[in-house]
């Protein structure tokens, strides 16, 4: 190497000492070797006349012949720190010695310090840091001072320890122990070497070998024979920059499901690292979140469960499984953090969503209802019912199906039912056609999002086509009953219909005045007065000469049938018949045929005149001249009378006779 020219003396700099906090290797004893004098370079200057360190001694023969000062290394995190690092989570580190027991050197060459590390088992990276930096300032080290290895880039030396300290960036994650033979992939060591030429203030090498005596390890070409040392070095330091990984297996990321099954939910998750692992202070946690489910969906944002206490926690990196007790109608999921021993924290790792729900969707039928036995008036129903999706599910399905058995009368309880058809899946009402005497009932089966169901079975319905009917007795149907009296008793008997009763009546009072004379028939009655509700048989009073009567009892049976019934009539007749016989006058001979004149009439209910005979003006006994039956107004013509033989006083009875009785 060429002799670098120095001048008279280097101006002398206080050195400062500035504690920071910072990563570091351990502390190790190392030992380089500085140039000896049979290497330096003809015509190089006397090593007396060459500045060391920063003190302002001048180096002598005796520092000279001390070519390997011992001082103790470490790495730390940064030049705020003079502390031993153990682990490193960025990969950046600093050079640290102190301890120096002799000084080191006495030489005009270039002074680069270093640490090389290895990244497979034979080649490294070396990361070279220069003390002296130019041809004008030698910055060696001095017994007993301690400082960073230096990255110098200007003309001075450094006035405190950190000043141009020199950091290298490990590649590659893994251990790294220090080993001056470098055999090993993470095998670190310190370096030095001397060089007759300025290589610039820090050289980085990659992928060179360790051998010594290589040429292309060294920061320049006119440098010598590198010196490699870790004696005495006992820690290692572990380079972790990598994310501790959270993973579930239930509930999967990105999945979401129902679960309808009864508590504890096990929620099973991974946490681990590659390199690091967890301990002391440093694991997993795992947060439950929450959220309200309604209408199968999670309503809102999830938020920390207050339910599940406090952090669920562990160092365990295998697979875990946490027993989970939740409440129905909400939405889960875990959300997993994790630190690993080098302080890495992982991405926070979401689960997936579990919608819980237990409770069943409940059915309330409306028609028919619960418990309820409903008599049909048309073939023609309509089921209804009300849903309810108690958990938040929602309802997913539904089968509606329809029971008919066999009935005549009575209560449908203990009938065998069978499916009728098939289940229908349609929402409420459902219109159904019955059948004459059969009960049905339904069952709906409800199912939600979670896999819940329910069965709810309705009430009873039967259905009977026929209408209720009453046979009256009095006035039967078909006749007209003529009579005097005002009053009159009506009687009825009631046919509902098969298995029904009746639930109603209304009989209805009608009147009609006679137009013809005994009969009812042809008039247009009208109601009269107010319907009664009683049963049979009902007492009517206030009936009025000259009318016709009759009554429409109306039945409602259980079925919702109405039907109407008309009875008979009654024809009131309270006044006699008129009669009078106008010719031949009393005391009046008579021969020959007699016409017999005079009136034989009844408004009401004329039935028939007999015209009769006998001797004498009292007579005793009486005989027929004829029976008839139209009426004879006033002076009409009665009847034609041809005696035969007969002599003597007569006298003629006319009798006139109604159809009631008078």
């Given amino acids: 190497m060429s002799p670098v020219a120095v001048g008279s003396r280097p101006r002398l700099l206080p050195r400062v000492r500035v504690a920071l906090a910072v990563l570091v290797l351990t502390a190790t004893s190392v030992a380089w ?10 015509g190089e200057p006397p090593v007396s006349a060459l500045p060391f360190g920063l003190g302002p001694q001048e180096a002598d023969a005796s520092f000279c012949a001390t070519p390997n000062p011992a001082f103790t290394g470490r790495l730390t995190a940064n030049s705020a720190s003079t502390t031993a690092i153990s682990r490193t989570t960025t990969g950046v580190v600093s050079g640290y010695i102190s301890n ?129 040392d870790a004696t005495g070095t006992t820690q290692s330091i572990v380079y972790d920059n990598e994310k501790p990984v959270g993973d579930f297996t239930t509930p999967n990321e990105g999945t979401v499901a129902f679960r309808a099954a009864a508590n504890p939910f096990t929620v099973s998750f991974a946490a681990t690292d590659n390199l690091a692992s967890f301990g002391g202070a440093n694991g997993w946690s795992l947060q ?17 469960d207050p339910a599940s206490g406090s952090l669920t926690t562990g160092v365990t990196p295998n697979t875990n499984n946490v027993n989970q007790n939740l409440v129905s109608g909400n939405c889960y999921q875990w959300l997993l953090n994790a630190t ?101 009932y339904w069952v709906q089966t409800l199912t939600d999002g979670a896999g819940n169901q329910s069965s709810t079975t309705s009430g009873y319905v039967t259905y009977s086509a026929a209408s209720p009917t009453a046979d009256f007795t009095t006035p039967n149907e078909g006749t007209t009953g003529i009579q005097t009296a005002t009053t009159y008793s009506v009687a009825w008997t009631e046919a509902p219909g098969s298995g029904l009763t009746i639930t109603a009546r209304s ?46 009892q109306t039945l409602t049976n259980s079925g919702g049938k109405v039907g109407a019934s008309t009875s008979g009539s009654v024809l009131v007749d309270t006044t006699s018949p008129t009669g009078a016989v106008a010719a031949p006058l009393a005391n009046a001979p008579l021969a020959g045929s007699i016409v017999i004149t005079g009136t034989a009439t009844d408004a009401a209910s004329f039935k028939e005149y007999q015209l009769e005979y006998g001797a004498g003006a009292t007579p005793s006994a009486w005989t027929q001249i004829g029976t008839y039956t139209s009426q004879v107004s006033a002076g009409g013509t009665l009847a034609t009378w041809a005696p035969v033989s007969l002599t003597g006083v007569y006298t003629v009875r006319l009798t006139v006779r109604d159809l009631a009785g008078t």
């Fill in 100 to 228: 120096v027991d002799d000084d080191w050197a006495c030489t005009l060459y270039f002074r680069y310090d270093g640490l090389a590390w290895n990244t497979t088992g034979s080649v490294g990276n070396y990361a070279w840091g220069n003390l002296i930096n130019s041809q004008s300032v030698a910055c060696n080290w001095a017994i007993g001072s301690t400082d960073y290895l230096k990255a110098n880039s200007t003309a001075d030396c450094p006035d405190y320890d950190a000043e141009y300290a020199m950091s290298i960036t490990l590649d590659g994650q893994g251990m790294f122990q220090a080993n001056a033979a470098h055999t090993t992939d993470g095998d670190f060591s310190f370096v030095h070497n001397d060089c007759g030429s300025y290589y610039g203030g820090q050289v980085n090498l990659t992928g060179k070998s360790f051998v010594t005596t290589n040429t292309d390890n060294r920061p320049g070409a006119n440098c010598d024979t590198i010196t490699i």
């Fill in 288 to 304: 439950r979140q929450i959220a309200p489910l309604a209408g199968g969906s999670c309503s809102g944002s999830f938020a920390n």
């Fill in 33 to 42: 070797n500085a140039v000896p004098p049979s290497q330096r370079a003809p």
């Fill in 507 to 552: 009989l209805q009072r009608q009147r009609a005045a006679v137009a013809t004379s005994g009969t009812c028939a042809g008039l247009a009655f009208a109601n009269d007065g107010t319907a009664s509700t009683a049963a049979s048989p009902v007492a009517v009073t206030g009936l009025l000469n000259g009318y016709c009567y009759r009554w429409v």
């Fill in 340 to 440: 690993d021993q080098n302080g890495n924290v992982a991405l926070l790792d979401t689960s997936g969503t579990i919608k819980f729900d237990t409770s069943a969707p409940t059915t309330d039928f409306t028609t028919p209802n619960e418990g309820t036995t409903t008599n049909a008036n048309a073939a023609a129903y309509s089921v209804a019912w009300v849903e309810a999706d108690t958990g938040g599910s929602a309802l997913t399905g539904r089968s509606l199906q329809r029971k008919v058995a066999a009935w005549t009368s009575g209560s449908c309880s203990g009938l065998t039912f069978a499916n009728d058809g098939s289940a229908v899946t349609t929402a409420s009402p459902v219109s159904a056609t019955l059948t004459t005497n059969k009960c049905y």
